[in-house]
């Protein structure tokens, strides 16, 4: 199969990649510049010049391709917009691949988010509405629903579109931008390992490579319409993490009183998010995909060292 990949360089994309081309399918990559194509050969890609900007050349990218693989977004509208400039930026881009896979029953798998299920008392699973949340995140969660429908909704027009929720924390000895790396760094600046409250409340985690294959088999039977949860450990204690972390660090590992958590405090800009519970569940992604993780899951991998690079 011959696919198009977007984001093909970051975190997710760089797994991705390589895992497609060792399954024999042929892969092209987008670039904005010459460092990201010379990343996206080495990784066994052809290369694409372009940007998410050009819908134009999107289009001809997906019409030329078997399938599309879209894990990219618009970075460089954090600082004006924020989050929900991110998330509206990429209805335009799924609606240009649906005009161009529109009746070829060609597979789009785009990158989605794993949310909490609120005040249900249950883990989320494939079947609940995208990104279900509290008050706090309803505009970015808005916007983001209407990018994981609207993929989903290109099924009627004849794409074999599907979603892959990625866990909250995706971890591998390549990550050095994620949710662990900054805790991490908050850890070593504050010479101590908090948590919020008792530290009861849950994350969930993948590793990036199990995740690569997620999106492989996606794309290679996955059903139209369909949401996948990509999610290797669905609900590891916010202490536990903590407790990990504080041991390869050699420091204290403390409570944060959840009313300190209200105002700029131990956790700064994450505050908001610290204190949630995401359990998650995989049963409908195992059960028709056939999906097994079989890297090391989230504490071991803190275990294995590699977050805590000598020096």
Do not use: C
Not at 54 to 76: I, P, T, Y
Not at 238 to 244: N, Q, S, V
Not at 250 to 276: E, I, K, R, Y
């Amino acid at each position: 199969m011959r696919v198009f990949v977007t984001g093909g360089t970051g975190h997710s994309g760089s797994h991705i990649i390589p895992e497609l081309v060792a399954a024999g399918h042929e892969v092209t990559g987008l670039a904005r510049s010459d460092a990201g194509a010379a990343a996206l050969s080495a990784l066994g890609a052809k290369v694409r010049r372009g940007d998410l900007q050009d819908l134009d050349g999107l289009k001809e990218a997906a019409a030329d391709s078997d399938g599309v693989v879209h894990v990219a977004h618009r970075q460089d509208l954090l600082p004006s917009g924020g989050l929900d400039a991110v998330a509206a930026a990429e209805v335009p881009i799924m609606l240009a691949y649906g005009e161009a896979l529109a009746g070829t029953g060609k597979p789009l798998v785009a990158a989605g988010s794993i949310g909490s299920p609120g005040n249900l008392g249950r883990p989320a699973t494939e079947e609940d509405p995208a990104l279900p949340s509290g008050d706090e995140h309803k505009g970015t969660l808005r916007v983001r629903n209407v990018v994981e429908t609207t993929v989903v909704g290109l099924a009627e027009r004849g794409v074999r579109s599907s979603v892959v929720r990625i866990a909250n924390i995706a971890h591998s000895t390549t990550d050095r931008a994620g949710f662990l790396v900054r805790l991490i760094a908050l850890a070593r600046e504050k010479g101590v390992v908090g948590y919020p409250g008792d530290g009861a409340n849950v994350w969930n985690a993948v590793h990036a490579r199990d995740l690569a294959v997620l999106f492989r088999l996606a794309l290679e039977k996955g059903p139209a319409g369909s949401y996948w949860h990509g999610v290797g450990d669905g609900a590891i204690p916010f202490r536990d993490i903590a407790e990990a972390i504080g041991g390869r660090l050699g420091l204290p590992v403390v409570s944060v009183p959840v009313d300190a958590l209200m105002v700029p405090g131990h956790f700064g800009f994450l505050a908001n998010v610290v204190t949630q519970s995401y359990p998650a569940s995989t049963l409908v992604t195992r059960r028709v995909l056939g999906w097994e993780p079989a890297q090391p899951g989230l504490l071991a991998d803190l275990d294995n060292g590699h977050y805590f690079p000598a020096g």
